[in-house]
């Protein structure tokens, strides 16, 4: 199979106690499994297809064939995503950012706090499930919101956004339900105690490269 569930960068509790480890469990094992499959599923028996890498796919939707272009879309942007979302999560993170990323925030937003506040407004917003995201474009950082699992790489015909995401946060009930039911902004204020920023700064630097 082209596409593999990668393991989790760390233990599925280690998020404990903002995440907790059954949301992880079922998370990465059902759900990120499920997009792993079905994408599989989607590209089985087309080589140029199976031959890209999931960036790849999810950035060049317009060359995969009609009639799987809607389980790509979804499912290789699951896959995408939530490979993305345990990277820029860890244990014993949380704070403030540092260095040049920190300076593209607060020339984005004014500072810190007034940044949080907008995201979480944007992931409160977000109506039904998708994601919310910080991305980067030309060194500039902006926030972005896309459905379902749509993802800013997708470009703005599909997205309705473009650029490099450097964070993102899910906000399908999947993500949260389990532990904060129906407390969305519960969720995504306790989420800044695990974003690892120093892996934010790193994406942040691949982007302006
Ligand atoms: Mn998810």
Not at 17 to 41: C, F, R, S, W
Not at 147 to 173: F, H, K, R, Y
Request: glycine share 8%; net charge neutral.
């Amino acid at each position: 199979m082209p596409h593999q569930l990668p393991p989790l960068p760390y233990a599925k509790e280690a998020l404990e106690p903002h995440i907790d480890a059954q949301t992880m469990e079922i998370h990465h094992g059902k759900h990120h499994q499920a997009y792993v499959t079905n994408l599989n599923k989607a590209i089985a028996g087309n080589a140029a297809l199976e031959a890209k890498t999931i960036e790849a796919l999810i950035k060049d939707l317009a060359a995969v064939p009609d009639a799987v272009r809607g389980a790509v879309r979804n499912n290789g942007g699951g896959h995408w995503n939530h490979t993305f979302f345990w990277n820029i999560m860890a244990p014993n993170a949380g704070g403030a950012p540092s260095g040049a990323v920190a300076a593209a925030i607060n020339a984005a937003f004014d500072n810190f706090d007034s940044f949080k506040e907008k995201f979480e407004a944007a992931g409160l917003g977000r109506f039904g499930s998708g994601w919310v995201w910080l991305i980067a474009k030309a060194g500039k950082v902006e926030i972005a919101s896309t459905a379902n699992q749509d993802n800013p790489l997708m470009g703005s015909s599909i997205a309705g956004c473009d650029g490099t995401p450097i964070l993102g946060v899910d906000v399908w009930e999947h993500a949260y339900y389990l532990k904060y039911q129906n407390r969305r902004a519960d969720y995504l204020k306790a989420w800044w105690n695990v974003v690892n920023w120093a892996a934010v700064a790193k994406q942040y630097e691949a982007a302006a490269r």
